[in-house]
């Protein structure tokens, strides 16, 4: 019977957890922001009234249409690297919290990135190479999306 108690136990916790290492800083994905505002090329903080949760992270929404549209399909807008820096997970292999209102829209995907104290990696992003840049954080990803 306490092995039944354990497994149970243990599959809920399995079924609520993350899949991978999300950024939650604030909480939220995105630091609380609007993630499918952002394809409307708008970065906008979300109202703690539309809010939900998807593969164990909050997202946060700017209005109850926006909730509705990323419910029917949430994957599409989950930000690339789970919410953490896009140049910093290319260039150095690392997690890097964002800035909220620097992003960039590509191939259809979210990318977020570090913006401050003078350094903004969206520009470096793009003055490096973004596609090379972009193939290695593909990569690097992989070996470190479960790591805290």
């Excluded at 604030?26 to 505002?37: E, L, P, R, T």
């Excluded at 949760?53 to 929404?61: C, H, I, L, Q, V």
């Excluded at 990696?121 to 954080?137: C, Q, R, S, Y």
């Amino acid at each position: 019977m306490k092995s039944l108690i354990a497994l149970l136990i243990l599959s809920i916790t399995t079924a609520t957890a993350q899949s991978i290492d999300y950024n939650l800083k604030k909480g939220f994905i995105a630091n609380g922001y609007d993630v499918v505002a952002y394809f409307n090329n708008e970065a906008i903080e979300g109202d703690k009234n539309f809010t939900t949760s998807f593969d164990g992270a909050k997202y946060k929404f700017s209005s109850a249409e926006n909730l509705n549209t990323f419910k029917k399909h949430p994957e599409k807008y989950i930000p690339a690297y789970g919410g953490y820096c896009a140049y910093a997970i290319g260039a150095k292999n690392d997690k890097v919290s964002i800035n909220p209102k620097t992003f960039q829209i590509k191939d259809n995907k979210l990318y977020l990135f570090y913006n401050a104290w003078g350094t903004n990696t969206l520009e470096l992003w793009k003055k490096e190479n973004e596609t090379i840049l972009k193939e290695k954080a593909d990569k690097n990803w992989q070996n470190i999306k479960f790591k805290k």
